[in-house]
């Protein structure tokens, strides 16, 4: 026997060393059938000898049950996103800021690809694979352990000196270009929708409770970040990246270390013409600060740290042809034109349509069916027209109409400036399923299990039209359902009648009333306090109140005077749905003021901003008006800006709001 597991931990360690050599180094030794060899020797040695198998040895990297639902995985430190810069000038600021907060002491940047992926966080403990978890909302994401690990570029264990008995590090999980057009392939042939994309392709496989399915997908690694590590402090980023190399871990070697925007420039310019050759999607650098000290006093913004950027490339474009404009109807109704374009391959995805926003955007660009257009993929991903060659237009092509009616339910459809909505809601088969997935949202009436994926299934079944049968719903009904066992069944029916009791506000929300938000539900709430005398309100009664503006009066009125909304609320207040009366606030400094929060705040995240106004007796909402008090700007703020200042509102910095507070 014990010749057997010395064998069995010989052929786990050249394994090893040939992952290493592959992955890592990029240097391999032997050949893919020599490497397939010593595997499926390992494995069989491991059937017949099943009590000498380790959790860590390369043939487990597949679990054998899948999983019912992802567990949450809390990041140690919160996963930021990067501010993104497009062009010179906002890199230079960006330089001019870092040197002066640093008091103009020497100044080293670290540039490597923006890698266009999945980004996760990956922890091992005492040198073994140990947890992944994705982004999510970079506090909280999805534990994605055992889907992790089936990635071959990912080593279980880590080898080398010195290595943490904890360390955390971010990384982003890729699919190479020719594996996603040899997957898309195969899944097209099979009759089965492909990926639009390989950023798609990864995060959908990362996403399948079958780890099985992971494991025959494509997927590459690469680690980039140190979130924390215990008793190991590395001075820089390129010293902890030559750190992870050495113990087994899969940085990718292009980077340069550069002490002048020159030297930046020089590189970005390099990258963006090997961007093409390289085997994976990148849409721009990232620039950060070497020195982890310098980076500590920089600090962080709420959503980015102030020490690093991201430097964008200009979307891909080509010419095409648009061989037809339809109308597609939105979750929410809003029916938005899209240009189906003769297909013409962008950057390595090969695009078919694209989304033409709205009739205001075809009239301004003067866009025709018969027309050639430059098409370009807006942040290498979302396709747009961008420019309509006029000049080679042929004959007089009639102009664009939107249609008077939904395409889907063929109900009258209305406008909105721009924009032309259907009001069919949860009757229009286009709507159906996101205003029952709305209505179960966290944020409406916080049915947990009853996301998307649910959701459609059971209005594929037929089992659920509208949000009120989702109360009729009996454990029979789901146990016939794919992926649906005992305790998965229970504890959706037990949080569905839970929902039965949540506050007014909530209802309200959940109804998903155009352009009523959760701070607008909430200043009804406790404006009206009951249901039945927000139904009875009329236009001019809820313009009266402070912050509801003309479009969430007249928007409010229409849906209470509507039979099919009357009906629904009906539906569900006989299925013992009963919308609590809520306390209003108690007066406070802010009491009968609004505040508009735009742009990106440095001290306090933007959830954080709200509640200080509501505590005081202030609402925070999403829009600006002329009712509207404040207007507070962070950085990069956007349009709320420059409509606060259009219509006379005071805006404030967030230092000024800070003091007011």
Known sequence: MQNIQKKIEDLRSKIRHHDHLYYVLDKPEISDAQYDALFKELKKLEEAHPELVSSDSPTQRVSGKPLDSFPKFKHRVPLLSLDSLMDRDEIVAFDHRIRRELEDEEVH???????????????????????????GDGMEGEDATQNVRTIRSLPLILEGENIPPSIHLRGEILMPIRGFEKLNKKLIESGEEGFANPRNAASGSIRQLDSSIAASRPLDIYLYDLLYAEGWKPKNQMEMLENLRAWGIRVHPLRKLCSSLEEVFSFYKDVLHQRDILDFEIDGVVIKLNDFAAQERLGFKARSPRYACAFKFEPRREITVIDDIVVQVGRQGTLTPVALLKPVDVGGVTVSRASLHNLDIIKKLDVRKGDMVKVARAGDVIPEVIEVLHARRKGNLPAFKMPLECPVCKRPVKREGAYFFCPGGYE?????????VHYASKDAMDIEGCGEETVQLLVRKGFVHHPADLYKLTAMDLLGLEGFKDKKVSNLLSSIEASKQRSLSRFLYALGIRHLGEEMARVLAHHFGSLQKIQEATEEELTQIHGVGPQISKSVA???SNRASR?????????????????????????????????ELSQLARADAEKKVRDRGGAATG?????????????????????AEKLGVTVLTEDEFLKMV
């Open 623 to 643: 829009s600006v008006s002329k009712k509207t008090s404040y207007v507070v700007v962070g950085e990069n703020p956007g349009s709320k800006h420059e409509k």
């Open 558 to 560: 229409a849906y209470f």
């Open 567 to 599: 009906k629904l609320i009906q539906s569900l207040l006989a299925a013992a749905v009963k919308p609590l009366f809520e306390k209003s606030p108690a007066k406070g400094k802010f009491s009968g003021m609004s505040f508009v929060f735009t742009g």
């Open 428 to 436: 229009c088969q286009a709507q159906k399923a996101w205003a029952i």
């Open 109 to 135: 940047y670290v540039v490597e690809p923006k890698f266009d992926g999945l980004s996760v966080e990956i922890v091992y403990e005492h040198g073994h694979f140990a947890g992944a978890g994705t982004r």
